[in-house]
């Protein structure tokens, strides 16, 4: 399966989404520079990994249609 970069993506962060070692991630990427990646750079991803994982809302985690408490807001991240 083929992988496009997005902004702020790395090879850890992508590893973890799908689930696959980053030593796995770079044995298919062979001429990937980890350290000089692009947005829309296209990598491999090996088709046992080819679906990201899914992660559980735990109980504590506010849905969007729920406001979230005041004393309980995240601080605000900015998005390159």
Same mark, same amino acid.
């Given at each position: 399966? $083929?992988?496009?970069? /997005?902004?702020?993506? $790395?090879?850890?962060?992508?590893?973890?989404?799908?689930? %696959?070692?980053?030593?796995?991630? @770079?044995?298919?990427?062979?001429?990937?520079?980890?350290?000089? @990646?692009?947005?829309? &750079?296209? %990598?491999? %991803?090996? +088709?046992?990994?080819?679906?990201?994982?899914?992660?559980?809302?735990?109980?504590?985690?506010?849905?969007? +249609?729920?406001?979230?408490?005041? /004393? +309980?807001?995240?601080?605000?991240?900015?998005? &390159?």
């Amino acid at each position: 399966m $083929t992988y496009t970069m /997005q902004s702020g993506d $790395t090879f850890d962060s992508i590893a973890e989404k799908y689930n %696959i070692p980053v030593e796995e991630l @770079l044995r298919v990427n062979p001429g990937v520079n980890p350290y000089d @990646l692009y947005v829309g &750079q296209q %990598i491999e %991803i090996p +088709s046992r990994y080819r679906y990201p994982l899914v992660r559980e809302r735990r109980s504590h985690e506010f849905l969007p +249609s729920q406001p979230m408490p005041p /004393q +309980s807001m995240p601080p605000h991240n900015v998005v &390159q």
